[in-house]
């Protein structure tokens, strides 16, 4: 009885307070321009819980009505997920739900679902200089989506995956149960921790283990064409970026642009790098494991660990701290995202036939994520995310796009889809991998039919290896009639394989 009453008040309340329907001219909830089209389904209603009772409610009133229901943090899901649709459905937007307690003394913070990692970085900052969290460079991404899907960033060579500093978390279950890291069990929380937790329920809150930062870090980026030995250093790049000093990340980004020389395209080379410490140390690391760079003391920047952040996602010098806390996405376009895994370095001669497919194509940007370190020290099984030691990188494939309309969005898909199909020679194979957070529909989708579980080990495959069918016995224990269900769910165990 009190149940009962405690869920219609809440439902009073979410609509008193919370929904806000979805007009069919409303598209700021929509963070990749290629789902802002007439022909997408918009939202039933966006529920803007702000009481964990508010997701309870919403939980248990979609079950009743047998509603498709979408759970929304930080939105940043490339294709959507979090936000499309091909069924009605309604938003669970947790973006109110954003507090953020850190504790310098235990150095832990907890932090709910709906904080920005932006956030996360400035509240301990606001407590010291000597801490921050390995998590993703854009500081909008949400909270609930990164961590749950793995989350990394540019101490991931040192500290390894967001995921592999979580110690808690706060769950909503499909019973509209409130549940922590005891009261779930370890199987559940190991599958929320890179699993992706929109198969399993509805995630309220994390805690975190923060790290240790040095008060100077050093920056630098620094670029090279094809005619300044773009090949050699590239080719090079692969030898060592997953070798050097946990203290150094270097990510490689990869594009074509204008030569200054001959007027025609070319390909630059960019390597954009955090190092924990100050540039002398830098230098001399670098000197010994990567001269081919030849990399200047002009070329590094020393700044402390919160400037790097902002140093990271393209702020010029000297903005405030304070733009972290900002919501709005720095840039506002149409995209689609792939990923791969690099277990040998792509030998000269196969970069030469890349970089001259890159230029024909011209628009996809690769971008090279260097692993080794902490992350070689982790066993595949560990969490969900099964990529660690044998990969020199992962790569990133990635293309805007301003106009509007399917004929564009056509036309990029394909571009992105041709310079994947060059790069199958190059990258893992059986399976050939990928990273959940990139999410990527083209990889596989599922109706959550009959087939369900055939049609999820084609993704989760990819994402997970060998984990897939620990995921999917743990689904099935926890949500048996599938309701935390999308396009690239962890499916139940068929009745033939029980
Ligand atoms: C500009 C940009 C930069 C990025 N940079 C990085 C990076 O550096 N490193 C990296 O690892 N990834 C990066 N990503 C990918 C990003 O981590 C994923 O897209 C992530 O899932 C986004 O989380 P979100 O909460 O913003 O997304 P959403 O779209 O809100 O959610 C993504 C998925 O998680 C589910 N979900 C969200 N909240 C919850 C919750 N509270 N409970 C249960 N399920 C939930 C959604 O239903 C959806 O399936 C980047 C993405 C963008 C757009
Ligand atoms: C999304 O589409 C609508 C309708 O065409 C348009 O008014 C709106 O400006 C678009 N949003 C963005 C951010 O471009
Ligand atoms: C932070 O502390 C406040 C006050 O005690 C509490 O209301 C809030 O829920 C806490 N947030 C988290 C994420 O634990
Ligand atoms: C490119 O490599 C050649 C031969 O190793 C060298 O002579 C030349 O200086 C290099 N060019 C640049 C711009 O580094
Ligand atoms: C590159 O050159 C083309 C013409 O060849 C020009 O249209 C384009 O704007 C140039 N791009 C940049 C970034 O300068
Ligand atoms: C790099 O190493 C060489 C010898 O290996 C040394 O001569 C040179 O001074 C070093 N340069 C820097 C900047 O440390
Ligand atoms: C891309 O488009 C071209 C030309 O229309 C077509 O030949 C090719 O098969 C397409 N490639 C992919 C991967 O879709």
Redesign the pocket.
């Known amino acids: 009885m009190t149940t009962s009453i405690s869920v219609i008040v809440s439902l009073l309340s979410i609509f008193i307070q919370s929904v806000s329907l979805a007009s069919s001219s409303d598209s700021s909830y929509i963070?990749?321009l290629r789902f802002n089209e007439s022909t997408n389904r918009k939202p039933l209603l966006i529920i803007t819980a702000i009481h964990e009772s508010h997701i309870q409610a919403a939980i248990i009133c979609a079950k009743t009505q047998g509603l498709q229901m979408?759970?929304?943090?930080?939105?940043?899901?490339?294709e959507?997920?979090?936000?499309v649709s091909e069924v009605p459905f309604f938003i669970l937007d947790?973006f109110n739900l954003r507090s953020i307690n850190v504790s310098i003394e235990d150095e832990t913070a907890w932090v709910q679902?709906?904080a920005?990692l932006g956030e996360v970085y400035y509240r301990i900052y606001e407590k010291s200089n000597t801490h921050g969290f390995p998590?993703?460079?854009?500081p909008?991404?949400?909270?609930?989506?990164?961590f749950?899907?793995?989350?990394?960033?540019n101490m991931m060579r040192k500290y390894g995956?967001?995921v592999d500093n979580i110690i808690d978390a706060l769950?909503v279950d499909v019973n509209g149960q409130l549940l922590n890291r005891q009261t779930m069990g370890e199987d559940l929380f190991w599958a929320?921790t890179g699993g992706?937790?929109?198969s399993?329920?509805?995630?309220?809150a994390y805690k975190i283990k923060l790290v240790r930062v040095p008060e100077t870090v050093t920056v630098f980026r620094v670029e090279r064409t094809l005619e300044e030995n773009a090949t050699d250093i590239v080719y090079r790049w692969q030898q060592v970026a997953d070798k050097l000093h946990e203290d150094i990340f270097i990510r490689m980004i990869i594009d074509v642009v204008n030569s200054s020389q001959s007027g025609e395209k070319t390909i630059r080379a960019s390597f954009f790098a955090l190092f924990l410490g100050d540039s002398q140390r830098l230098l001399s690391l670098m000197n010994q494991s990567f001269p081919e760079l030849g990399l200047k003391q002009t070329d590094c920047v020393e700044m402390s660990w919160v400037e790097s952040v902002l140093y990271w996602t393209s702020f010029p010098t000297g903005t405030p701290v304070n733009i972290l806390l900002s919501r709005v996405?720095?840039?506002l376009t149409h995209?689609k995202?792939k990923s791969d895994y690099l277990k040998e370095p792509i030998p000269k001669d196969g970069l030469k036939y890349i970089f001259e497919r890159m230029i024909e194509l011209e628009t996809p940007v690769l971008t090279f994520n260097p692993y080794g370190g902490r992350m070689s020290e982790i066993p595949e099984s560990a969490k969900p995310f099964p990529h660690r030691a044998g990969n020199i990188c992962k790569i990133q494939y990635a293309t805007n796009w301003n106009e509007d309309g399917i004929e564009a969005s056509n036309h990029y898909l394909n571009l992105t889809k041709m310079l994947y199909a060059y790069m199958t020679p190059f990258v893992s194979k059986f399976p050939r991998e990928a990273?959940l957070?990139?999410?990527d529909l083209d990889l596989g989708i599922n109706h959550n039919g009959p087939n369900s579980y055939v049609e999820g080990a084609f993704y989760g495959n990819k994402y997970f290896k060998g984990n897939y069918n620990r995921l999917v016995q743990v689904k099935t224990k926890v949500d048996p009639d599938n309701f935390f269900r999308?396009e690239q769910s962890i499916p139940t165990l068929p009745s033939w394989r029980k």
């Not at 909008?140 to 990164?146: L, Y």
């Not at 399993?200 to 309220?204: H, K, P, Q, S, W």
């Open positions: 963070r990749n979408k759970i929304r943090s930080g939105g940043h899901d490339y959507g997920v979090s936000y947790m679902a709906g920005t998590a993703g460079v854009c909008t991404v949400g909270v609930g989506g990164h749950s899907g793995g989350g990394y960033g995956l967001s769950l929320i992706g937790a929109s399993y329920g509805v995630v309220l996405p720095q840039v995209l995202r990273f957070n990139y999410r999308n």
